[in-house]
């Protein structure tokens, strides 16, 4: 009864605050532009990054002979990492100002190419472009200059709706191609925002000597490092799981907030890999979705086979129905068929697990018991393969998902058994009432 209350109570005052959070068009515009445009780039390129910096520590002959072949064009492979996954800020810059001009109805093709201009802008230094190297700039338009291109894709969007509302724009008469049209309207939004982002970074660079990626990061420092913290990654588990509880995609939330942080720290590890240097970050996206959530948001491979063996009709066909979709990370047969969610029983398993989960992650790689992540593979990579490649390449990455994996279960089973005793106890009478 008191886990009733509690889940009615979360329904009535806590939803409908995170519901509005989920909805909000910009929240939503930097997802899309991370999911749709810059994850092939970081996956694509995490592959070359895998290929260029083999597991050497594993000391296996394979490796060495791989190591030793590729270390003559290691630089040339490179190339293809850093110009994919090094240059996905450009692309969220990009997919910001995109997705939030759909939503708006502006010209979302012309809004990203004037938010991708105004972001290269600001990673240049002040100075005569000519003389400056692109690989100085290069880092500031990966990871390092997250925070800014997202801020550009959205005032990049508000500025041509705001032109476009005042019918500030150059207007072309009747019978004119719609292409000719297209270019006039947006001029007057693309002189502004690139005089605005030309006058920014002087006015930066004069002053201080540094790009505005540069200063930004340099602000947002200790935010960042909060973020890679243990509270921080307890804290955005437990959200993710009590919101999921609730029928609410926990990690569209969460992500949509916490996601620059995350591929920040992830472009750091890529950084000191190549530099040979130590990796830094912990809390990264694979952090939860190839070590977390395993099977699913709650971590629910395991819960699968429980069901898959389970003397209730309805949780064996569950199971059968989730046993697919479970090997890529997939559970929404389970959470809505069981129903996990809004499920007083099911309710404190689906959040032990994960954080017992990110406890054990935090503690492994903090440790250094198991090789920090360096790439992100798609989230439906299966269980094991998931865990090698995001820490590249490394045995030990699936040795710890099966840890989480037996640790969930010992957190699942007895809950199980009470929910599977209730449901067979009232399948039996509705039998007998048929009968």
Not at 47 to 57: D, G, K, Q, R, T
Not at 376 to 393: D, H, K, M, N, R
């Amino acid at each position: 009864m008191k886990n009733s209350r509690f889940m009615q109570w979360m329904d009535e005052h806590f939803m409908p605050v995170l519901a509005r959070i989920a909805q909000n068009i910009y929240l939503q515009s930097i997802r899309d532009a991370f999911c749709i445009f810059a994850l092939p780039l970081i996956i694509t390129g995490s592959v070359f990054l895998i290929i260029s910096n083999p597991p050497v520590a594993l000391h296996w002959g394979i490796i060495t002979a791989w190591n030793n072949a590729i270390t003559p064009i290691q630089g040339q492979i490179m190339t293809a990492f850093n110009l994919s996954f090094g240059i996905m800020a450009l692309m969220v810059a990009f997919g910001t100002a995109y997705s939030l001009a759909t939503r708006w109805d502006l010209d979302d093709a012309l809004a990203g190419i004037l938010s991708m201009v105004s972001f290269l802008i600001l990673c240049f230094p002040a100075t005569d472009v000519s003389k400056v190297s692109f690989g100085d700039v290069l880092n500031y338009l990966g990871g390092q200059g997250l925070f800014v291109a997202i801020m550009i894709g959205i005032m990049t969007a508000k500025i041509m709706k705001f032109f476009t509302q005042k019918g500030l724009v150059i207007k072309m008469p009747a019978g004119v191609p719609p292409y000719v049209v297209r270019t006039f309207t947006a001029l007057v939004p693309f002189f502004f925002m690139i005089t605005f982002s030309w006058a920014l970074e002087w006015i930066v660079w004069s002053h201080m000597h540094i790009t505005v990626p540069q200063l930004v990061l340099e602000v947002f420092k200790p935010l960042v490092a909060v973020s890679d913290s243990y509270p921080a990654a307890l804290a955005e588990i437990i959200l993710m799981m009590l919101l999921w509880s609730l029928g609410i995609h926990g990690m569209n939330v969460v992500s949509s907030v916490a996601y620059p942080f995350w591929m920040t720290q992830l472009a750091a590890n890529d950084a000191a890999l190549k530099a040979g240097q130590p990796l830094p970050g912990i809390v990264t996206e694979p952090f939860f979705h190839m070590f977390t959530h395993i099977g699913g948001s709650g971590l629910t491979w395991p819960l699968t086979i429980m069901f898959l063996m389970s003397a209730s009709k309805q949780l064996k066909g569950i199971g059968r129905t989730e046993i697919i979709p479970a090997i890529f990370n997939i559970n929404e047969p389970l959470l809505f068929g069981a129903p996990l969610v809004l499920n007083p029983i099911m309710f404190i398993p689906l959040i032990l697990a994960p954080v017992a989960a990110v406890t054990i992650n935090y503690a492994a790689f903090a440790f250094h018991l198991v090789p920090r992540i360096v790439t992100q593979p798609s989230f439906t990579t299966p269980v094991f393969l998931g865990g090698i490649i995001a820490t590249g390449g490394y045995w030990q990455g699936a040795a710890l998902q099966l840890v989480n994996l037996i640790v969930a279960a010992i957190i699942y089973y007895p809950f199980f058994k009470m929910f599977e005793k209730e449901l067979v106890e009232n399948e039996k009478a509705a039998e007998q009432e048929t009968a």
